[in-house]
Structure formats: structure tokens, C-alpha cells
Antibody, heavy 118, light 106 residues
Framework: EVQLVESGGGLVQPGGSLRLSCAAS????????MHWVRQATGKGLEWVSAIGTAGDTYYPGSVKGRFTISRENAKNSLYLQMNSLRAGDTAVYYCARYAGSEGAFDIWGQGTMVTVSS | DIQMTQSPSSLSASVGDRVTITCRASQSISSYLNWYQQKPGKAPKLLIY???SLQSGVPSRFSGSGSGTDFTLTISSLQPEDFATYYC????????FGQGTRLEIK
């Protein structure tokens, strides 16, 4: 079964750091671009970061310089290192597989909640 | 960044109704437009990719059309399990999503 499972969410103080993980199974992880997408409670979806198969990375301005996406193909794992966290980063974070042939996110994890609060 | 605007923001409809949701891009995105369905507490699910291609396993009552800046998602005959929030998303440039359309039972 093709699956993505996130972990690492929790409560962190403003200015703190957190590292999210996403474990992939059921497909050739190294062959796909992978992304993180977040959703604040009751709000819409916001793209957070992407990493290509060659390790190239991309970020929106809202997290650039604070978040770092990485991957470890030998472990079929995706990561998101989040530093200098703000209240506005509070959200459910999803990892998602990007199907290049379709240009869409075809597989999503169940999400992990990150709460930034003092 | 390309702005994606969905209309309406919310919609009430009945089982069996035909429903259309619109998504407009702030500039041309060719056919790089996808539609997702999200139910409360769940991850989004891909319904339509490349504006009009039905994702494997998605019922044929869902269809998409459009190109350039204007796109539609149509549900031909609403089923009880279709009441959810729908998002459009462009992959022409830096990924952006529409704000969502909440489809509620009338």
C-alpha cells in the first residue's frame, strides 16, 4: 500500500524549533519530488516547501530562511526542520507526493499538528 | 505568485443536484490546474488533474474543464459522500491553492 506517515508535531514556544518526519512506503521514494503543505485550523491549504529527486529545494517567502526540507532516500524519509517558529506557523502539516506526470499531489499523509504558543 | 480565486466560497445543495465550482487564476496557467476534495479531519484527496483528467478511482460524476485562467469542477449528481470542501491548485509556477469551496447539505 502506498502510504505517507508524518510524525514529530507538538507544542513549541515562539522562537523554538521542531523537526517533522514523513515515512514513505509502497513506492520508489527516490523517484518522486516531495512537498510539505500546511493548513491552519479552519483555513485553506498553503504550500510550505518542496524537494526534488536531485535534492533541489524550494520555499515560499513566508518560510524561506526558517524552514529546511531534506530527504534521506535510503530511509524512505522526508524531513522538515522548522526554526524561529511563530504563532502563524501553527497548523496541520502534511507531506505529499508530487506526481510529475500529473502535475499534482496524488498521495498525502494524515498530517501532524504543530502548535506554536507560549 | 499566481492568485487562485474560487467561487462560491460556500454552497448548499441537495443529493442529486448538479453542482459547479469555479476557479479563476490571476494569470494564464494553461491546464496546470488540479482539484482536491477534503473532508473534516482528513487529508485532501486528488480528484482532477491537468484541468480535466479524472484521477484513478474517482467516480465519473466528477469532471473538470477549462484552460488559461478559468476552470470549473462539476459534480453531475451529488451523493451524500460528496459534501466536503473543494480546493483548486495550480502547478504552473510556485504552487498556490484556492481558498476553498465548502459544499453543504441543503
Amino acid at each position: 500500500e502506498v502510504q505517507l506517515v508524518e510524525s514529530g508535531g507538538g507544542l513549541v514556544q515562539p522562537g523554538g524549533s521542531l523537526r517533522l518526519s514523513c515515512a514513505a512506503s509502497g513506492f520508489t521514494f527516490s523517484s518522486y519530488d516531495m512537498h510539505w503543505v500546511r493548513q491552519a485550523t479552519g483555513k485553506g491549504l498553503e504550500w510550505v516547501s518542496a524537494i526534488g529527486t536531485a535534492g533541489d529545494t524550494y520555499y515560499p517567502g513566508s518560510v524561506k530562511g526558517r524552514f529546511t526540507i531534506s530527504r534521506e532516500n535510503a530511509k524512505n524519509s522526508l524531513y522538515l526542520q522548522m526554526n524561529s517558529l511563530r504563532a502563524g506557523d501553527t497548523a496541520v502539516y502534511y507531506c505529499a507526493r508530487y506526481a510529475g506526470s500529473e502535475g499534482a499531489f496524488d498521495i498525502w499523509g494524515q498530517g501532524t499538528m504543530v502548535t506554536v504558543s507560549s | 505568485d499566481i492568485q487562485m480565486t474560487q467561487s462560491p466560497s460556500s454552497l448548499s445543495a441537495s443529493v442529486g443536484d448538479r453542482v459547479t465550482i469555479t476557479c479563476r487564476a490571476s494569470q494564464s496557467i494553461s491546464s496546470y490546474l488540479n482539484w482536491y476534495q477534503q473532508k473534516p479531519g482528513k487529508a485532501p484527496k486528488l480528484l482532477i488533474y491537468a484541468a480535466s483528467s479524472l484521477q484513478s478511482g474517482v467516480p465519473s460524476r466528477f469532471s473538470g474543464s477549462g484552460s488559461g485562467t478559468d476552470f470549473t469542477l462539476t459534480i453531475s449528481s451529488l451523493q451524500p459522500e460528496d459534501f466536503a470542501t473543494y480546493y483548486c491548485q495550480q502547478s504552473y509556477s510556485t504552487i498556490t491553492f484556492g481558498q476553498g469551496t465548502r459544499l453543504e447539505i441543503k
